[in-house]
C-alpha cells in the first residue's frame, strides 16, 4: 500500500502555489506509505532556471560543484541545493553535458533525475518531515507529483524511493506489485538499459521511457505497459508537457482524478483533493481499468 498524489495546473496564477498545494495533497495520504517520500516538481527556477539543466542526485560528494565547473569548460555558474539525502545541481549547458559531466566527476553517486524542467528529491522517513526537508512549500511551477511509500518489493532506502526519472523530464510513480517484472527486466537489459535498484517500479518507469525513446506519446507508452505488465497496479506518468494514469485490468489499487479549468489532480484517495480550489465545482471520478487518461500542457 502506497500512496499517490499528482497535480497539473492549467492556470499559470496557480504556480505560485503549486509546492504548497502538492504538500497539502501529500500529508493526507501519508498513512498509505510512512517509511519515505519523493517529489518531483517541474517549472520551479530556483532549483532549475530557465535556460539551465537540472540533475538530482544521492550520495554527491563534497565538492562537486568546483569539480563541475572545471569539467564544464569553466562553466561558473553551477548552482547547488542541498535537500536530506538529495543535492540538486544546475547549470546553463544541456542536459546530456551536465549528467555526462557529473558522471565523470562523481562515480559513485546515483542521478535520480535530469531534465531542463525537472528537480526530483527522494528520501527516508515521515513524509511530512521529509516536506519540509525538501522545501516543498515554496516550491513554484505548473506541476509536480509526490509518493509516500510502504516497501514491499525492495529495501526501505533513498534509491528504493519513488518517483523514479529515468529518462529526461519523465517521472513514474507506483502503487502495487509488478508479477513479471524479473521478465521485463531481462528484456530490457538486453536491450542496453541499466538499473539502479531492485524495485518493480524502475522496471516500468524504463520502459515507459524506453517507449517514449522510441517516439511513442505517453498515451502509447502506457497501453503497451499494460499489455506487456502483469500484476496490480495504479500509474501516474509525467514527462516535460504531459501527465497521464493508468490503472490495471480489475482496478485493484484505489485512485480517484479531478479536473477543473484550472487543474488536473489525481491522488489514492480524495480527502488528498479536498483542499484544492475549486474542488466544489470539479468533475470527479474514477479512472476506468486499463483506459489511459492523458492531458498535455
Known sequence: MCGIVGLHLRDPALYPRLGGLLETMLCQV???????????????????????????????????????????????????TEAGDTTVLAAPVSVDELVAAVRVAAPAALVVGSGTDLTVYKGIGHPRA????????????WQGLAHTRMATESAVTPQGCHPFSVGPDQCLVHNGSFANHATIRRELIADGA??????D?????????????QGDDLDEALRLLCERFDGFYTLLVTSKDGFAVVRDAIACKPAVIAETDAWVAMASEFRALADLPGIDHARIYEPEPEKVYAWNR
Open 201 to 213: 517500479s524502475e522496471v516500468g518507469a524504463r520502459f515507459v521511457a524506453s517507449r517514449l525513446a
Open 130 to 141: 521529509l516536506a519540509k526537508t525538501y522545501d516543498l512549500a515554496h516550491a513554484q511551477g
Open 30 to 80: 501519508v498513512e498509505r506509505g510512512p517509511d519515505s517520500a519523493g517529489v518531483a516538481v517541474y517549472g520551479d527556477q530556483r532549483r532549475c532556471p530557465e535556460g539551465y539543466a537540472a540533475v538530482s542526485l544521492l550520495g554527491a560528494p563534497l565538492g562537486l560543484p568546483e569539480a563541475l565547473r572545471k569539467l564544464l569548460a569553466g562553466q561558473p555558474d553551477v548552482m547547488s
Open 194 to 199: 541499466s538499473f539502479d535498484s531492485e524495485n
